[in-house]
C-alpha cells in the first residue's frame, strides 16, 4: 500500500520560510517522479514543482521560481520543497504526489497522492 505523507506545514509571516517533507512508503521511490501541488480554497489543485527520479531535473511553476526549491532524498524516500520569500498567495493545502518516472512532469496526472498540509501565510 503506497502511502505519502507530507509534513511541515504551518503559518508563517509573509517574507518567511517553511520547509516541507513527503515521506514515501510502498513503492520504490527511486523509480519514481515526485510534484508537490498546492489548492487554494475555491481554486483548482495546481502543480507547484516536481522532480524527477534522479533528483537531478527540477520544473517549477512560474509564480514559485526563484522562491521555492524541490530537493528528494532516495535513501531516505523523502521529497522536499523548501519554500522561501512566501507571500498570502502561496496559502493553500500542498499536497505530494508520485508519478512513474517515464512521461510528462507538469501534469496533474500523477498516480498517488499524499493527504495534504496546511500552509497559511499572514500579511
Known amino acids: 500500500q503506497v502511502q505519502l505523507v507530507e509534513s511541515g506545514g504551518g503559518l508563517v509571516q509573509a517574507g518567511g520560510s517553511l520547509r516541507l517533507s513527503c515521506a514515501a512508503s510502498g513503492l520504490t521511490f527511486s523509480m519514481y517522479t515526485m510534484g508537490w501541488f498546492r489548492q487554494a480554497p475555491g481554486k483548482d489543485r495546481e502543480f507547484v514543482a516536481g522532480i524527477n527520479w534522479t533528483g537531478f531535473r527540477q520544473y517549477y511553476a512560474d509564480f514559485v521560481k526563484g522562491r521555492f526549491t524541490v530537493s528528494r532524498d532516495n535513501a531516505k524516500n523523502t521529497v522536499y520543497l523548501q519554500m522561501n520569500s512566501l507571500k498570502s498567495e502561496d496559502t493553500a493545502v500542498y499536497y505530494c504526489?508520485?508519478?512513474?518516472?517515464?512521461?510528462?512532469?507538469?501534469?496533474?496526472?500523477?498516480?498517488?497522492w499524499g493527504q495534504g498540509t496546511q500552509v497559511t501565510v499572514s500579511s
Open positions: 504526489a508520485a508519478k512513474g518516472r517515464t512521461g510528462v512532469v507538469v501534469t496533474t496526472e500523477y498516480d498517488y
